[in-house]
């Protein structure tokens, strides 16, 4: 048997025969990482895994992230000890990118406001100018990172009618030719968004590229969204530009210190904030799970990992 640590909260997501020949510390996420003798951890994105936990494992052949996101792993210590890195792609990108069009919806549509208003007993009846929100066809769909979900959000855009631009490292063109999409620099997608979707990961380049000059630089009305990770945004930046009306509406599932909201970003008019729950549905969660354990088998058996972060 070997011996491993996976995280306590995937213990409902796992069936027995997943787990065959394996010797299993569940590891709840508020606990820390001991020393000892394993040689697999499957932690969840909350846990850091940084130089000093990879020192206390000195057996470890394998962090295997459940998230496709892997800002929570030091990829470079990791390496230098030969640890290989896996993440969970593809299966949570259509979750994740219905779980952003939600919020998108939601915030055109202004569907907290509105759900308030019912919950207060304060709707009055049918009003021609109640609740107006904004109108998506004929509108620009700005997308910040065309990987695998910000491709799925833009695909869902084209029967809305919206016009996509992204900007990417790299230029899509099977999303080009099948969207319509256009590639353009960070300065146009900033000015010429009227909804900006954040799907990059949290790199050096990418965290706070959301600021107070950059939100500046926005369409006034325009509805920010970010499924990616918190810290592309700085939430005080955001909540300033909010409060002073300088913004449409932002729609958040990510933030800088989980499960922290900044309190004045919490406390900001016209947001849609949830949980963290881009990845939330019951068969996603089990796939990720699967495919997450499925990385520790293989690695175990002396076979190449199914979804490494790095070759
Ligand atoms: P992906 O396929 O790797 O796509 C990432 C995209 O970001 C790529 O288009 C990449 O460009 C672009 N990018 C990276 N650095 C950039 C930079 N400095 N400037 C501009 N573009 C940059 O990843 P994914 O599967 O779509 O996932 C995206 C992120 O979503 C993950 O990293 C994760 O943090 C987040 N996520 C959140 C949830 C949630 O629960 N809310 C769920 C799943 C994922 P190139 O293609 O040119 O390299």
């Not at 995937?10 to 394996?22: K, S």
């Not at 010797?23 to 000892?36: F, H, I, M, R, S």
């Not at 990791?78 to 990108?93: C, G, Q």
Request: charged share 25%.
């Amino acid at each position: 048997m070997k011996p491993v640590i996976i995280a306590a909260e995937l213990r409902g997501l796992l069936e027995p025969d997943q787990l065959a020949g394996l010797e299993v510390t569940w590891l709840p996420a508020d606990q820390p990482v001991g020393k000892g003798e394993w040689v697999a951890i499957v932690p969840l994105l909350s846990r850091w895994v940084g130089g000093s936990e990879l020192k206390r494992l000195p057996n470890l052949r394998i962090v295997a992230n459940c998230a496709v996101g892997y800002d929570n792993v030091d990829v470079v210590a990791a390496e230098m000890r030969k640890v290989i890195v896996t993440n969970t792609p593809d299966v949570l990108t259509d979750a994740t990118a219905d779980l952003t069009w939600t919020l998108i919806l939601a915030c055109a549509r202004r569907v907290v406001e509105a759900i308030d208003l019912v919950r207060a007993e304060e709707w009055r009846g049918w009003h021609p100018e109640l609740l107006l929100g904004v109108e998506l066809r004929g509108r620009t769909l700005g997308l910040f990172g065309a990987g695998r979900i910000g491709q799925a959000v833009g695909r869902r855009a084209v029967p809305f009618g919206l016009r996509i631009i992204y900007a990417a490292r790299t230029p899509k063109p099977d999303f080009e030719r099948d969207t319509g999409a256009t590639r353009v620099d960070w300065s146009r997608l900033l000015t010429e968004s009227d909804i900006l979707s954040l799907h990059a990961p949290s790199t050096p380049e990418t965290k706070g590229i959301i600021n107070t000059d950059t939100l500046s630089r926005l369409k006034p009305d325009a509805i920010l969204v970010n499924t990616a990770r918190g810290d592309l945004i700085r939430e005080e930046a955001l909540a300033i530009a909010l409060e002073a009306g300088r913004l449409g509406a932002a729609g958040l599932d990510v933030y800088t210190e989980e499960p922290t909201i900044h309190p004045r970003l919490r406390a900001a008019p016209r947001t849609v904030l949830l949980p963290h729950i881009g990845s939330a549905t019951h068969d996603t969660r089990r796939k990720m799970a699967a495919i997450a354990v499925a990385n520790v088998q293989a690695v175990l058996a002396g076979q190449p990992p199914l979804t490494p972060v790095y070759r």
